[in-house]
């Protein structure tokens, strides 16, 4: 017997962005849309949030035909069918993009949505969407939670029911279609629910996410930047021996950036300094940079007794260059002597000042090896490190 189970339709739309402005009222040489945002165009961002639903039917991109090599350049690699050239009005640049999709019934679903809104979120998406089963024309909106005033009235706007309407707009394609060819000339329709409403059409507003902001304004751009640059958290581990001098000497050791007197010397191409050799291949290894010996090969006589803090300061630069900064600097020193204890304080002092980090960051830390292996029959001092450092996510 077959089966009576209805078989649900997929949810499928298509997709019309307008990014067609001159974006003058942000910095920069280029239009906003493809300045680089978090390390991409901006209207890439848009367009990849799109992209990367599996709802997704068909999309376009309407721009200004002048900009053709900076839109190329902004989504080189992405399958993009031609772009759609942009009108006089914001109407007409809509308009042009609808005729595009010839393909499309009056049924169909299409979403408009502005370039300049890059932190659009899947699930607003997708609401959009799926309210289009029930509605002929759908918006995204959040309810006005500051106080309005209008000009220099003594008296605030009553905010209770007011909404700002975000993208993207939803729309059945012949009902948006129908409204853009019906409208009047010298009609002014912000967005396309304008347009909707005067056919007497109802639109549906749906809640969206206040982080869904249209980047008009440099300080638009500067919350898009942080909202976008989310940071990770990266750790590196490092280890290094050095063994004591048969003679001894009188310098001491070097360590941690200290002086500790000591009746041997450690036997190194620089200072020999162990802990801050460790630290600065933890650094390099939180940055993938390699390690010590790669920067600062021992086979160059120029790094010949050179101060180890040299060494930790470069690495500190090479994270910095990253937009990195250090957390957490953790060493661990394994020797039987000398004894470490009074100098912790002063190592963790100087570790932090050539880090540029408050001493609360850092922790150095020392141990026996229990009479046990070289450092445990006194023929040299191990150390171990662990760095923990903040990166923009790439």
Excluded at 151 to 158: F, L
């Amino acid at each position: 017997m077959a089966s009576s189970a209805k078989v649900e339709k997929r949810l499928s739309f298509s997709v019309l962005i307008a990014a067609a402005g001159q974006g003058t009222r942000c910095k920069g040489t280029a239009p906003k849309q493809y300045r680089i945002l978090a390390g991409k165009p901006l209207l890439r961002h848009t367009i990849e949030a799109f992209l990367e639903m599996e709802e997704l039917d068909q999309i376009r991109v309407i721009i200004d035909p002048e900009h053709a090599e900076l839109y190329q350049e902004a989504v080189k690699g992405l399958d993009l069918p031609d772009f759609v050239a942009g009108g006089m009005e914001r109407k007409d640049s809509i308009y042009n993009g609808l005729k595009s999709f010839s393909n499309l019934k009056n049924e169909n679903i299409i979403l408009i949505h502005d370039g300049a809104r890059p932190l659009v979120q899947e699930n607003d998406i997708r609401t959009v969407a799926e309210a289009l089963t029930n509605h002929e024309a759908v918006s995204l909106a959040t309810s006005v939670a500051d106080t309005l005033k209008y000009g220099h009235t003594a008296e605030p706007v009553e905010r209770n029911g007011l909404y700002a309407l975000q993208t993207p707009q939803g729309f059945h394609y012949g009902t948006i279609k129908k409204a853009h060819e019906q409208a009047g000339p010298d009609g002014h329709y912000t967005d396309d629910t304008g347009l909707v409403s005067a056919l007497g059409i109802a639109v549906k507003l749906v809640p969206g996410h206040k982080s869904n902001f249209k980047i008009t304004t440099e300080d638009d751009w500067e919350m898009a930047e942080k909202l976008l640059q989310q940071d990770e958290t990266r750790t590196g581990m490092g280890f290094d021996v050095h063994a004591f001098a048969d003679e001894a000497g009188s310098n001491g050791v070097r360590l941690c950036g200290v002086s500790i007197p000591h009746d041997k010397p450690l036997m190194g191409h620089s200072d020999a300094d162990v802990g801050l050799h460790a630290l600065t291949d933890a650094i390099l290894g939180s940055i993938s940079a390699g390690d010590i010996g790669q920067h600062f090969p021992p086979s160059n006589d120029n790094y010949k007794d050179m101060d180890s803090a040299i060494f930790l300061g470069k690495a500190i630069e090479l994270l910095a260059a990253k937009g990195g900064s250090v957390l957490n600097l953790d060493i661990t020193l394994i020797c039987e002597e000398p004894k470490i204890g009074s100098h912790r304080e002063a190592m963790e002092q100087r570790i932090a000042e050539i880090a540029e980090i408050d001493p609360g960051r850092v922790s150095v830390k020392a141990t026996t090896s229990e009479k046990l292996g070289f450092t445990g029959r006194g023929e040299g001092i191990a150390a171990q490190a662990i760095a923990t450092v903040r990166l923009p996510r790439e």
